[in-house]
């Protein structure tokens, strides 16, 4: 097959070379080959319908498609995005397709932690008649929203767009299946995931929806190990931390996987997690490894909202660190964490049917945790560097601000 440089082909068509790399890296030109830096496209390729017009648009929207440059709710999870700080630019690359530009627009507004914009997005998208990817991410954006605000009734509303998303096949059904549970895995709620989600089996999905499907494996298996650990779930042969230190085995390969993939926001997302087990398990060392890179990944392009999501598991650690890299950051990170905090809890204790603790201190959160894990007082004081005297102070303040007893504490956190 012969080929042209793209310099041929922008003379031929009248687009910029920087337009005809964004369409070859979007798959719009068939049969476009890299080599390296550079693209090859086919002599006879067809150029490309301008989804950026509104003749494109609407000539998209009458024959019902309106693609994804990706197969997957998750735009901002794939290699579309795969260099710190370039948020921008991956958007504008996005143009000629304006429903996928809009969704990402709405998922880097969320890792930003700016939930209007992000609400005001996911409704443009459902009142559009979009395609089937973007009305489910929109839901899941609403339901992300809802978190934030404590919003039950908005909870319930974007459950029910994801759910009536237009699918199309059995492939469609079971990401809208994964969907659904992928929301209800951020209140901690991992029950309703299919059974081949939860022994790590991902082929009823696209390729392109990996990235996100091993995030939320493992949310997915934090979760679990969190249950195991506070004696809401039972695995036989296992109790206590024991399954929280089997965790990192399964999460490591993932982020090496994620970094294969150039997918930086699943990257980050897997290293927080990481972070949070290692943190759980008694290992600061490794969780630090895995908090700073994750740091490093997200401050190019200010995602805070991403980092404000772990506040509440890494408490002082995430303080420490965000700090040491940059003390405006984390203020930042704070405050956008004191409202995630509070919406999150309103939102769980609603959907969980329970009152959950919102006037605990980091400190006094850390020793009930601990506490909830079944560890004795010395063995608290050991671990968080702190003395007996303290523990079993804090561990009397979240028993009078809770109003249960320290078997009781996992109920409430």
């Known amino acids: ?5 793209i310099s041929e082909i922008s003379m031929e068509w009248g687009i910029s070379p920087r337009r005809i790399q964004a ?18 496209i086919p002599k006879n390729a067809a150029r490309p319908m301008d989804g950026r017009t509104r003749a494109g648009r609407e000539k998209e929207a009458a024959e019902g498609k309106m693609p994804m440059p990706r197969k997957t709710p998750f735009l901002y999870m794939t290699d ?52 089937f990817y973007a009305v489910l991410s929109a839901g899941m954006l609403l339901a992300l929203c809802a978190i934030w605000r404590g919003d039950l009734q908005m909870w319930r509303k974007a459950k029910k767009h994801i759910a009536e998303a237009p699918a199309k096949n059995d492939h469609d059904r079971d990401l809208m299946a994964f969907s659904i549970t992928a929301v209800d895995s951020m209140l901690y709620d991992t029950t309703s995931f299919p059974e081949w989600f939860k022994i790590g089996c991902f082929e009823p999905l696209h390729r392109d ?15 679990t190990a969190y249950a195991v650990a506070t004696k809401e779930l039972e695995l036989r042969g296992a109790q206590g931390l024991s399954v929280m230190k089997m965790v990192p085995l399964a999460i490591e390969p993932m982020v090496s996987q994620a970094m294969a ?33 994750a740091i490093e990944l997200a401050m190019p392009d200010r995602f805070y909202g991403l980092l404000a999501e772990y506040c509440r598991v890494l408490g002082p650690l995430l303080e420490q660190r965000l700090s040491l890299a940059d003390p405006m950051a984390w ?35 850390e020793v009930a945790k601990l506490a909830a894990f079944g560890m004795q007082n010395s063995e608290i004081a050991e671990k968080l560097h702190i003395s007996l005297s303290g523990v079993k102070q804090a561990v009397r303040i979240v028993s009078e601000k809770t109003g249960v007893g320290r078997d009781e504490f996992a109920a409430v956190l």
């Not at 956008?336 to 400190?363: C, D, F, H, M, P």
Request: proline letters at 1%; aromatic letters at 10%.
């Open 1 to 5: 097959m012969d080929y042209k440089k």
């Open 80 to 131: 579309l995005y795969s260099v710190p700080g370039s948020a921008e630019l991956c958007a504008q690359n996005l143009a000629d397709n304006h429903e996928a530009q809009v969704l990402f627009e709405a998922e880097i507004a969320y890792s930003r932690g700016e939930i209007d914009r992000v609400y005001d997005r996911a409704n443009y998208l459902l009142h559009k008649h979009s395609g």
């Open 23 to 40: 369409l070859c890296a979007q798959g719009k030109i068939e049969g476009a080959v890299r080599f390296g830096r550079d693209w090859m």
């Open 209 to 223: 929806a990996l990235p996100a499907c091993k995030v939320f494996y493992g949310k997915y298996l934090y979760a």
């Open 331 to 365: 203020e930042q990170v704070k405050e956008l964490y004191k409202i995630y905090n509070e919406g999150w809890t309103k939102l769980s204790g609603s959907v969980r049917g329970k009152v959950l603790a919102t006037t605990l201190s980091q400190r006094e959160r």
């Open 261 to 293: 993939d150039q997918a930086i926001v699943a990257e980050i997302y897997l290293r927080m997690i990481c972070a949070a087990v290692y943190r759980t398990a008694g290992n600061d060392a490794r969780a630090i490894l895995h908090l700073d890179r």
